[in-house]
Structures are given as C-alpha cells and as structure tokens.
C-alpha cells in the first residue's frame, strides 16, 4: 500500500511494491496522502515513487470484474484521483522507476514532471490493444501534457516506449539510471518546493480547467 | 477517379493521376471506398496514395466557381469528407507521394500518420496568399494535429514545405525516397491493421469530439 | 513612450527605453500606433522592438497599487492590448532585444513571430513566485501559442529562459545578436508585408477564437 516519507521540504509518496493496480482502498491510501501534503505547511512539494518492477499497471482490472455493479463509481473515483493530482496545489514530480501503464500512466501525467529510468521499463497506454476506449476525460488529460502528434501516436497504436523514446517523444521531461531515478526526481522538486501554495493550485485549475471540468462531469461517458 | 484496391489487411486508396481535386463526383467515389474499407470484417487499414505530380491540390475551384449557388452545400460536403477520415475506425495513413496543397493538405492531416517524399513536392496550406481564409471547422482541424507553432506559421505564411522540412516541422511523420513513399505507408499500415474496431473509432471520436463538431456545424461559417 | 516609425513596407513599433510597463498612457499609445498600422493601405507588416535593457516588464504595479479602485478596468484594458495584437490583420515580428518579463512576455506571444537576442537577456513568467495567478485569459493565450510541455513549465516555475533556451523551447522562433535582433525581425516581417488584409485577420480571428472570446470575457475572474 501507498506509503508518504518525508525528507525536509520534500514528500516522497511510495505507491507501493506489487503492480499498484488502483484498487479503492489504494486509491484511498493515495488520497490520505495527498491531505496530509496539501494540510503541511510551509515550502514542499511532491515525488511519487515507487518499488520494485512497476510505477503502476493502472486499473484494477480483478476487483472491477469482481464489482461490475460498482463500474461507474470506480470509474469516477479513478477520475476524481487524476484530477486531484493534475491541480495540486504543490509541485508534484513522479519517479518512474519501473512499468508505468493504462491508468498508471496517465496519473503520471497529472503530475507536473517525470523523470523515467533510461535502461528499462516502459511507459504506455494499451487501452486501444485491450479494447478499452479511454473515457473522454481520460482523453482530455491526456491531450492536455502532450503534443498532438505524440498523443495520437500513444493512445492509437499502444506503443510501448523505453526511458529514451519517451523523452524524445516529449512523454517524460528527464531519463536517469536506475540509482538516480528517484534522487533525480526529489532534487527536480526541492528546486520548485517555495512554489507550493493557493497561487500554484489557482494557476494550475485555471490552464487546465476544461481537462477538470470533464475529469469531474459524471454524466460523460465513464466506460 | 480514385480506386480502391487491397494488399491482404491493407487497403490501398488511390486517389487519381491529375491534381486529385476535390470535385463531387470524386468526393463520392472516396465515400464509397470508405464505404468498403468500414463494412470490410477483421483486421485492416487504410493507405491514401495517388500517382504523378500531385497527391491532392484541394478544393475544385473551377466547379465551384460554375456552381456558385451550391457553394455552401459543397463546403459542408467537404467538412463531411474530412470528418469522417479524421474519425474512421481503422488505422489510416496518406502516402504523400506529390504535392498536397490546401484542403488536399487538410485531408492529409485527417489521417493518423504521413509519410512524404523526400526530395520533391511540398505541402502547403495556401488560403492566407489566395484570400480564402480557413474555415472555422478547417482551422480545428489543422490545429488539433499540429504544435501551435507550425499550425501558426503554415496557415500564417503559407509556407511550402518540402519534405525534410515537413518532417522537421512535425507535418508528416515519416520521408521516403520516391521509390518506397508507398511501400512504407503500406508498412506502417499494417503493423496497425489488428486495431481495427469500434474502440479505435470510440478512441478517435473523443480525442477530437471538438473538431468533429465544429466540422459538422453547418451553422458555422463556411466560406 | 512609443514610437511608431516606418521602413518601407513595415511599420516598427519601438515601445520605448526604459521598463516599458503597461501604464495606461503607454497602453493608449500603443493603441494608437496599431490604429495606424491598421488604417494604412497595401502591404504592411508590424515589428515591435524596444531600446535598452528591456523590451517590456509587464503590468505597471507602480500604477496598479496607486489605483487600486481601477483594478478590473486596468486589467480588462490589458486584456484587450493583448487580444487586439493576437489578431491584427498584419503579420507581426517581436524583437525581443532585451528582458521580457510577466505580460511583457505575453504580449511577445501575442505576435505571430519572436526574434530574441541571443546572449543576454531573459524571457520569463514570474507569476508562480510573485503570487499572482495568471487571469483565465492570459494563460488560455499562453496555451494557445506555446507546446504544453513549455506552456507548463513557464508557467509553473517561473523559469527564465536565455536566447538560447528560449528558442529550444519554442518560446521565440530565432535568436539573433544584439546588433542584427531588430534587423532580422524587419526582414522577416517584410518577407510576410503582402499577407496584410482582412484574409488575415479572419484567419487569425477563426484560430484563436476561443482565447480572444476569454480575454474578452470581462466577467472570468480578472485577478
């Protein structure tokens, strides 16, 4: 499960050892982790790490298959986590160490920097493999950190791009060895943690206000 | 008159020998390969070449100028026609062997990927030298796939790109030498033929629900 | 205060030698000065330059503390210099000889191209560190004319780019030295003097559509 650390102005987010799917008891973790970053005072700013082989491999398929009748809700859930990142009101780097998938992806995305392992793991959104179309507010997310050539090409044909085909498609902002991933990441955010505060989250709300609008519109459609 | 044949999963588009005008006869011939390219079972694509000096020089000028009161329905023919490429449920790709000006341009855009000759032809959105201004669902388009900056400076300044220069500004994805334009659209097709579907279709008519709409507004303007 | 001077075909509009913030006096003249590029009859292009250390700093704060009544009035006012210069129907070159700072910055991005000199100097928004949030407005035209990546990271971390840098992230189109900045913008925006016309006006009026209609907005938060 989700762990937060703190080192001085920095907190570490840990997302976990295993595939850190978004089960709803994740998804709560993440949430309490997030209230205690938002309630701090005082400079900081936000790395999510995580350990081990994956960042993140996305929905929680098994528990969703399990929970059909609660499909919608899930739905908004994951939707309303996306949106929370995507408008903290604190720098957020994530430390992409391993697989960062589906799902995991484009919670990578709401945050504002990542920093991938070069040598292996790879970022992708297979949703157009695996016959899941994304819901437009996932498409609205998205479209909004990418450049449209690099968002039709990842979200149409479910490329699987390495540490340095991400950087060079504009899916990633830093590349670092497997022992400097995370470093990298927490020294990206110490250098913007005096940013934290109402300003920063006015900024944020406002550049990506359209892409929060349909995150939080429940009549979309979720599937 | 463009002609439609196919290479085992790839359907290969061929849109004419002259300037590949955009006349109404033509325009309906293209609807019903699209037609058979849809209706077609299992996993395909679509390649849009042409042959000679041109891929399509846009607009037919010379009917429209002889049908002056149709004017409007032709526009909306046209936005029709760009649409449906722009959202259709198999992987599309415009092998752009000769010149592609002005809505031939636009076509070209509304397809997932290009490839483009390297050492000849150019591509060109020409309205701001002709005095036609683009088209509110026209200016979506172009927008929606290009970075804000070569969508300013090729509308603005009706720049002629050449090949290399294409690439380099993001136009088109891939050059190739005059001999293999084709065989490498064909290519690219194919390694995408397996996401044929309704969820490519989903994934498309979402990313681009905006475009889509403004192109099929005909409240908007249209000259 | 500014001056408007003409090289032939283009029009240079030298915002002065000193910070050159937006006081409303200076707002008024540069009105003026773009009356007159507008009034004027066959080709015609606009270069904006400066003398000195700056090109321009931004906002009067000076102005705005003294006036704090005239807040909204103030900031509409901006909003319309920036929405007016976004959609001149002329082409427009910045040459950005010295630092370009807050709306300074903004009103660089609101013409078609940007010539910035490229060993000294710093193209920046400081919002993020002086605690003022961009108005909807201003950042949907940040958006609008820069990739998200960049749009991003200017905006959240106030980071000042050099020439070199500038360039690399797309915020200007060239670098020049000090002595050929001005030179180089006046040839580009002659190379563009026959576009001038309402064709142009359109085209830019139909591309940024939804930016001009939020900066026009004076109901959307002004603060």
Redesign the interface.
Known sequence: MPILDREDDVFVLDLGAGENRFHPDWIAAVHAALDEVEKADGPRALVTAATGKFWSNGLDLDWLFAHADRHEEYVVSVHGLLARTLSLPV?TVAALQGHTFAAGAMLSLAH?FRVMRADRGYWCLP???I??????GM?ALI???????T??EA????RRYGGTDALAA?LV?RVADEDSVRRTAVETARA?A??A?P??G???A??Y?SVLETLRDTAA?LG
Chains 1, 2, 3 share one sequence.
């Open positions: 720098v504002d949703e157009a493999d016959n899941i179309p994304f819901t437009p498409s479209q909004s950190r990418l450049t449209a050539r968002a039709h979200m149409l044909t479910a504009g902002d913007q005096a940013k505060g300003t920063l006015t900024i944020k406002r550049m206000a459609p």
